[in-house]
């Protein structure tokens, strides 16, 4: 085992945030023959291995899921039947709760939320900037506004779904805003800080490799937009934005956005290329990946449920349908999953036409026509032979189902 972590062929699957989470009553199922789990903080270790399969080099597999984060709790691996189902469905609940409240709701939308708020006071509409980060940020604020307290107001969708509740939920979105700064926007940079960019350990990863493939075009439009610009460091309406979003920010308005990390000024236009490219990467790749996918995973209630529950009319470590949520628990976990997941506003980039400067929108619409035309064939193409190769297809990032922007 020590040298496979020295290899770095071992890979954990860990959920600080969760430890010791509160337990809420249980509003949607009050049969006595069931009691509802605690939301566990599991540890799930997974192996990079070699595939007798042609074509499969190495395959990431499960090899051993510890219950909860705690030293003394029970760990089962493939060879323990039915309590290794219940283990992976334990890892389950806990990824989809840990995972829409942190990086969904936390990471992404209110990340971004002082950018596209700022963007507003500080650039003119008629500012190079302004002219396309609006596309990108038009939706981001209606469903922050409404769609919080749908979410994490008592008796609202936390309560209903998740055995931590409203006080959980609300308890991981403060721990998580500290880690909610600049870095996450970098896309490789976090890729490479989790151990996952080696394409020889981990030759199936779509989110990663179709997420750079995105995000390269995303750089290079990038780059030939701005170039239509003067030099950023005499516009003084980029500074007043980058100084009012930062958290290092001063003057009047000065870092009230609040974001850590991202500079108060730049000097050059590489800089803008980047600040720029990662914001758009944030609202389209990154929102893209944890929030349609649930249309797939969490509407189908036994592949991703919400609770888990010991029966009486089940034995100590035996699967079966009554260890699931009810009808009326799974009910609310489709309609809440549809709801986020199925909504799609616009494409990536399909906004030429409406910018006013006629050498910005053939460069937008130029890029446009390069994501329908030529990207997003080559990827429906690896889809076909990710699904021919016996592996899941990732169509959330394809070109056609890539918003703006956050809308759901």
């Known amino acids: 085992m020590v040298i496979a972590i020295n290899q770095g062929v071992i890979y954990a699957l860990r959920y600080e945030l969760c430890d010791d989470m509160m337990r809420s009553l249980d509003l949607t199922d009050r049969d006595s023959r069931r009691t509802m789990w605690n939301f566990l903080s599991p540890i799930a270790l997974f192996a990079s291995v070699a595939s007798a399969k042609v074509g499969r080099n190495n395959e990431l597999v499960p090899v051993a899921i510890q219950m909860n984060f705690s030293p003394d709790s029970k760990v089962y691996t493939p060879k323990d039947g039915d309590n290794w189902l219940i283990a992976k469905l334990n890892v389950q609940v806990t990824d989809i709760g840990y995972a829409q409240i942190v990086e969904h709701l936390a990471k992404c939308h209110y990340l971004i939320e002082p950018f596209c708020v700022s963007l507003k006071r500080t650039l003119p509409p008629m500012h190079p900037l302004n002219q396309i980060l609006k596309y990108h940020c038009r939706e981001v604020i209606v469903p922050n506004t409404f769609g919080t307290p749908a979410l994490v107001h008592e008796n609202k969708f936390m309560d209903l779904l998740f055995a931590y509740g409203n006080e959980g939920a609300s308890r991981l979105l403060r721990e998580a805003h500290p880690s909610s700064t600049w870095e996450t926007t970098d896309f490789r940079g976090n890729i490479k800080k989790r ?56 003057g009047e308005n ?42 797939d995973y969490a509407e189908y209630i036994p592949n991703m449920p919400t609770k888990l529950y010991d029966d009486t009319r089940v034995e100590e470590g035996e ?20 709801s986020l997941a199925t909504f799609r506003f616009d494409t990536l980039f399909d906004y030429g036409n409406e910018l006013q400067d006629t050498k910005a929108a053939i460069i937008v619409n130029s890029y446009y026509r390069y994501l329908m035309d030529v990207v997003q064939p080559r990827m429906q193409e690896l889809n076909q032979k990710r699904k021919d190769s016996g592996h899941l297809t990732y169509p959330y990032l394809i070109p056609q189902w890539l918003p703006n922007g956050i809308q759901t």
């Open 195 to 250: 151990g996952l960019a080696d394409k020889r350990l981990l030759p199936y990863f779509p989110y990663r490799d179709d997420g750079i493939r995105i995000l390269k075009v995303i750089e290079r439009m990038v780059k030939t937009y701005v170039k239509l610009d003067k030099d950023v460091e005499d516009d003084v309406e980029i500074q007043a934005y980058l100084n009012e979003v930062s958290l290092s920010g001063t």
């Open 254 to 295: 000065g870092g009230i956005g609040r974001i850590q990390g991202l500079p108060a000024s730049i000097n050059t236009k590489a800089e803008l290329c980047e600040i720029v490219s990662r914001i758009i990467s944030h609202l389209t790749v990154q929102h893209a990946s944890v929030n349609y996918e649930l249309s």
């Open 319 to 338: 699967f079966s349908v009554y260890r699931l949520p009810n009808r009326i628990t799974s009910a609310i976990e489709a309609s809440f999953s549809n």
